[in-house]
């Protein structure tokens, strides 16, 4: 019998296109639950803290591929350094040392998002458009050989204002657009657009995401009071 969690990946594949890839966000959700969805064929796997996606990791099939999706704390980049694939959430300039720093430690180049603010919501992270701009106009930034910056990541607000979240998004892929054209660095290479979950990655990918992060569609509920 096919799982619920085979169904739902199953279903919410089929809404996006070949073009867009899919990390399916597990933060929460037993290890059981992941093994069906890899069973089912999903590689890419996303978690928003750091000891969770680590002991993931070692119990689990080493071909998945760990996102970091949460909100980064430089003191735990060094426990994901040795097999992170993309860390979604950088918001500092410090940040990106830090993993470069880690990443030399294990002769790796960690690729990396820039975390934009895009929501209007004071409870959101990221960086304003202008503080992109300084961090990839820093002097030092090509001196960072071992991290990537592949692309921008962004939330849009929590609303059902379906016309602000489109709003949000696209000017995330105008902004996206302008560097990818502009930026010429080693180690940046803007390829990689992260902008959509459950209940907005239609619009998401409407104005040009090409990276879902679907947590609850796929495995369903959230419950934070039992870990
Ligand atoms: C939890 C989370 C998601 C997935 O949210 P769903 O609504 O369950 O799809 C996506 N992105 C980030 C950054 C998250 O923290």
């Given at each position: 019998m096919t799982s619920t969690i085979a169904k739902n990946l199953f279903l919410v594949k089929k809404t996006i296109p070949n073009h867009v890839t899919l990390v399916a966000?597990?933060?929460?959700?037993?290890e059981k639950d992941i093994l069906e969805a890899y069973q089912a064929g999903q590689r890419i796997f996303g978690e928003n803290k750091v000891q969770e996606m680590v002991s993931k990791h070692q119990n689990l099939p080493k071909d998945i591929q760990w996102h970091m999706i949460g909100h980064l704390q430089r003191n735990k980049i060094k426990y994901m350094a040795p097999f992170v694939q993309l860390i979604h959430g950088v918001d500092s300039y410090k940040k990106l040392v830090e993993i470069n720093k880690q990443a030399i430690k294990h002769n790796r180049t960690i690729n990396c998002l820039l975390q934009a603010k895009?929501?209007?919501?004071?409870?959101k992270f990221g960086l304003s458009f202008e503080e992109i701009n300084s961090i990839l106009n820093n002097?030092?930034?090509?001196?960072?050989?071992?991290?990537?910056?592949t692309g921008l990541m962004g939330m849009a607000s929590f609303t059902d204002n379906t016309t602000q979240i489109k709003e949000e998004f696209c000017s995330l892929k105008t902004f996206f657009d302008t560097l990818k054209s502009s930026v010429r660095l080693?180690?940046?290479?803007?390829t990689t657009l992260s902008m959509g979950m459950s209940g907005d990655y239609s619009i998401a990918i409407s104005c040009g995401s090409n990276l879902v992060r679907i947590g609850s569609a796929i495995f369903g509920n959230r419950n934070y009071s039992v870990k």
């Open positions: 966000v597990s933060k929460t959700k037993p895009i929501a209007q919501e004071e409870t002097a030092d930034l090509s001196e960072l050989k071992n991290i990537k910056i080693n180690n940046v290479n803007f």
